[in-house]
């Protein structure tokens, strides 16, 4: 058998077990980890010192608890309007610090329904827009469109989020303190105003975004 005859076998060789371990490791690759699902009150496996879904569910459920006990809101004589502020964060985790209210204001409307009530500011563009519109005739208005009916806030509902951070060779601490207050949007009075506070320590830090 000459060498060019010997080199083709050789290689063809090769190609057969290349070709064979790839289909090999195709039919044997193990299949994937489903990820565990979990209560957003729950805290996981994978866990850091900084803010998580815990910390936002335990935070949220006393302030708005907390909101519905003071006077001006349980018994006042008329539905109050709320509007809420950005939230502050002075804490050195990147989070979505929004979510804090939000969540509040989910609470609020699901479970006092009735006793107050939040201006939807965000939408304020598209609501002038929708107004113009009926102005100039070019949709149909089931009442006026020339009478504002854009109503004034009584309250405005702000919070913040104030972070201490220790590093040593012994791992990380974390310290934050969430406060809120809510405001008479007529005389800047601080009506209501209470705060929680979480420590947490770790061997390893977290990356939160």
């Given amino acids: 058998m000459n060498s060019t005859s010997l080199l083709s076998r050789a290689g063809l060789l090769v190609a057969a077990v290349v070709l064979g371990g790839c289909a090999t490791t195709g039919v044997n690759q193990p299949a994937g980890v489903p990820p ?20 936002l569910v335990t935070v949220t459920d006393k302030m708005a608890r907390s909101v519905l006990g003071i006077p001006e809101i349980a018994r006042a004589q008329a539905k109050p309007y709320i509007v809420l502020e950005p939230v502050t964060n002075n804490t050195r985790f990147p989070i979505n610090k929004d979510i804090f209210l939000t969540r509040i204001r989910t609470q609020l409307n699901s479970k006092a329904a009735g006793h107050v009530s939040f201006l939807d500011r965000e939408m304020m563009k598209t609501l002038e827009r929708e107004r113009a519109l009926k102005q100039s005739g ?72």
Avoid: C, H
């Fill in 36 to 55: 565990t699902e979990m209560r957003p009150d729950e805290r996981g496996f994978v866990a850091g010192t900084g803010i998580e879904s815990q910390d």
């Fill in 138 to 209: 070019q949709v149909t208005a089931s009442a006026d469109p020339n009478v504002v009916e854009f109503r004034g806030a009584d309250y405005f509902l702000t919070g913040k989020l104030d972070g201490l951070t220790t590093r040593t060779s012994a791992g990380t601490s974390d310290y934050v303190l969430y406060s809120f207050r809510l405001t008479n949007a007529r005389t800047s009075e601080i009506v209501w105003e209470d705060s929680a506070e979480i420590k947490k320590q770790g061997l390893e830090d977290a990356a939160y975004r």
